[in-house]
């Protein structure tokens, strides 16, 4: 499998010279099969330019197929999505699957996201087909060869993790999320830090442990985990109520997962480059100190990754796929 | 008055190598008056850095101790025009008040289409009342002039999706900035209210998204293209033009070739005396 980074950045799309390197555009990954299976995890702005990459050979428009896993539909994972061209080429056909909830359906979100006074076009009136798959808390299914495995998160208005697996390998995509230690996340606003030294309630710690017992088999033995990380410890301090990791966290899971690699993701809007660069080294000696057998990098745009059997020859060209 | 551009790009936030001269923020412009009022021309993603500056220790405007007061002028609801405002920082102090001013047939509408990109599906702070400053939300009507601050603010409406998007003129005292995003115009230009909104400006933002070329790719789109923008301009017979609301896919050379476009248009016109430039972000022009 393939795994590329369309877009690395938490909140909102950050463009301008401070964020050249690891690149501005809200999340977005990209993971191919070797066979040519297409998913695509979240649809921050970086969806934008894989959508334009899809769409370069006019040879094979309108005949494809690929999946949109969403984490949770803040906009910094759907913004994205009414510029993904392929939506707007008939024949090609997109699978949006996403936690399903008691209050609102998906297509709702999305279509209230492309309605009037919003956006010009409607989602229901794009020329490609889309469906809409809403999925349990632990749900487990199969897109085409890749496996795939779900598990809750612990963010505001709860958000899902995905563990993708296919050619002997596996990836797993954890974000957003809380450490599962000091709040527990369910829909409510939560508009200050709690008082630090009130202990959380047991029935509420119990669910968190359940949680992180659920994050820590989803990335059992992954060949990568792409994790939120938009915090430095100060940050989480200030707001431990807006539901992201620091990278500490992030390292703990991988290793009592024993991961393979971890790609710190989901980076600050106000992160300059060197910043992001201070932060992978600070993760990497806290990772070697604690003799994590790991290798730890940091999520930029255009960052490829590839994982087990390698495409052949005789596969089609994936990059091609859709569009 | 002094004018700021924070965002300068339409459609969506483009970031990269190739958008870092002229930026790739969404829409969003500061005016800032000779009585040190602020308006707030759209909230595209370049809000988020106006916070910023707004909130920093050295800012005259008491924003970041919540004593600070500012007008938004919405042109309409497109993701690129709004998806700015809930990072803006300075609506999270309490105590700071904003004016919210946009069209739509009432004050309910406008305020429901703000409380929409608030909903808890969408945005963690899940509605406008958690974000702690005073927000007042007034629908206003193409062609009625409104006192904003100390300035006159007039309108009128320009063809752009279903509802259109408003054109606001700032006027104080002798001096006046028309800002013109989203101009999808008729094969006739403006119309006659349009034109005489921009007449004499000091300073017309207009919309200059497209070439000529995708203008004709695109018609659909209710947007201009740079030499709508400059014939626009030399009618008006304003004193400067600023190109604005670039297209995502156009990179800082491209911009560059619509700026020399425009100016050539004007030079052709005969009308020299009108400057051109292109709006860039966190460039400042002094009217």
């Known amino acids: 499998m393939r795994v590329r980074f369309w877009g690395v950045r938490g909140s909102v799309p950050v463009p301008g010279d401070k964020t050249e390197r690891y690149g501005g555009n809200t999340s977005c990954v990209e993971v191919t099969s070797a066979s040519g299976t297409r998913i695509i995890v979240d649809a921050g702005t970086g969806i934008r330019r894989l959508g334009k990459d899809l769409m370069r050979d006019e040879s094979e428009s309108g005949k494809e197929v690929a999946h949109l896993l969403i984490s949770h539909t803040h906009w910094d994972h759907i913004q994205g999505l009414p510029f993904f061209a392929p939506l707007y080429q008939s024949g090609n056909h997109l699978y949006v699957y996403a936690r399903r909830r008691d209050d609102l359906h998906l297509r709702t979100v999305f279509t209230s996201q492309t309605g009037d006074p919003y956006f010009p076009t409607s989602i229901e009136e794009a020329k490609a087909q889309i469906s809409f798959r809403e999925l349990a808390d632990s749900a487990r299914f199969e897109i085409a060869d890749v496996q795939v495995a779900c598990t809750r998160l612990n963010h505001p208005y709860v958000a899902t993790a995905y563990r993708l697996s296919v050619d002997g390998a596996s990836v797993a995509y954890v974000s957003d999320t809380a450490p599962f230690s000091d709040i527990l996340f369910e829909n409510e606003f939560i508009a200050r830090p709690p008082m630090t030294l009130r202990p959380l309630p047991e029935v509420d710690r119990a669910k968190l442990g359940l949680m992180r017992d659920g994050v820590v088999r989803l990335c059992e033995g992954a060949d990568l985990v792409i994790y939120d990380t938009m915090f430095t410890p100060q940050d989480y301090q200030k707001f431990p109520h807006y539901g992201h990791s620091r990278p500490r966290d992030a390292i703990d899971v991988c290793r009592e997962a024993g991961a393979n690699r971890l790609i710190l993701f989901h980076h600050a809007p106000e992160r300059s480059d060197a910043e992001v660069d201070s932060i992978l080294a600070d993760a990497r000696v806290e990772a070697s100190r604690l003799r994590a057998p790991f290798t730890l990098d940091a999520a930029y745009e255009g960052m490829e990754i590839e994982l087990g059997k390698p495409r052949t020859e005789s596969s089609p060209p994936t990059q091609r796929r859709l569009g | ?287």
């Open chain 2, 1 to 287: 008055m002094e004018v700021t551009f924070w965002g300068v790009r339409g459609s969506i936030p483009a970031p990269g190598p190739g958008t870092i001269r002229y930026g790739g923020n969404t829409s969003c412009v500061s005016v800032r008056t000779a009585e040190n009022a602020l308006l707030i021309l759209d909230c595209g993603t370049g809000a988020r850095n106006l916070g910023l500056a707004l909130l920093a220790e050295d800012s005259p405007d008491r924003f970041a101790s919540g004593g600070g007061e500012a007008a938004i002028l919405l042109s309409h609801a497109h993701w690129d025009h709004i998806q700015g405002f809930p990072f803006f920082g300075p609506l999270y102090v309490p105590g700071n008040t904003f004016w919210i001013y946009g069209p739509a047939e009432s004050s309910a509408l406008l305020e429901g289409i703000l409380e929409g990109q608030m909903a808890p599906q969408y945005f963690p702070v899940q509605t406008l009342k958690n974000m702690g400053a005073r927000i007042d939300i007034a629908a206003m009507t193409a062609g009625q002039p409104r006192e904003i601050l100390g300035c006159v603010v007039k309108t009128a409406l320009n063809p752009h999706g279903r509802a259109g998007a408003m054109a606001f003129r700032i006027e104080q005292g002798e001096r006046s900035v028309v800002y013109a995003s989203d101009a999808g115009y008729g094969p006739g230009g403006p119309a006659p209210d349009v034109l005489a909104l921009y007449r004499g400006a000091d300073l017309l933002i207009h919309d200059s998204t497209y070439t000529p070329a995708d203008r004709l790719r695109y018609p659909e789109r209710g947007l201009a293209s740079v030499v709508e923008a400059a014939a626009a301009a030399i009618r008006a017979g304003v004193r400067k033009l600023a190109l604005f609301h670039y297209d995502q896919d156009y990179s800082d050379t491209d911009v560059d070739a619509l700026v020399e476009h425009a100016r050539r248009e004007i030079g052709a016109a005969g009308a020299t005396s009108i400057e051109v430039c292109g709006a860039a972000e966190g460039s400042t022009l002094t009217v």
